[in-house]
Nanobody, 115 residues
Framework: QVQLVESGGGLVQAGGSLRLSCAASGTIFSISAMGWYRQAPGKQRELVTTITSGGSTNYAYSVKGRFTISRDNAKNTLYLQMNSLKIEDTAVYYC?????????WGQGTQVTVSS
């Protein structure tokens, strides 16, 4: 079994920064990719960023240059550093991991950007 638990969400002012964490646990044989989705109220869930096992990254155009995805293998933790936050970034952020062909989801963490 694979469990993903996000943390680090909260309320920040526009222009501020926030770092999300995703702790992975359980039986993980092979991870092909990890990443972050987000879903704003009344909108479809969208892919924000991904990182492969080889370290290649991709970002949605709307966050490129502001967000950075990274991982700490020793801690089995995924991170999302969010800078220059905008009101449009307000959403529930979900951690995902592709393990042996199956996609696993975290429970989500709320990010609210004010002003």
């Amino acid at each position: 079994q694979v469990q993903l638990v996000e943390s680090g969400g909260g309320l920040v002012q526009a222009g501020g920064s926030l770092r999300l964490s995703c702790a992975a646990s359980g039986t993980i044989f092979s991870i092909s990719a990890m990443g972050w989705y987000r879903q704003a109220p009344g909108k479809q869930r969208e892919l924000v960023t991904t990182i492969t096992s080889g370290g290649s990254t991709n970002y949605a155009y709307s966050v490129k240059g502001r967000f950075t995805i990274s991982r700490d293998n020793a801690k089995n933790t995924l991170y999302l550093q969010m800078n220059s936050l905008k009101i449009e970034d307000t959403a529930v952020y979900y951690c995902i991991a592709d393990v042996s062909g199956s996609r696993h989801w975290g429970q989500g963490t709320q990010v609210t950007v004010s002003s």
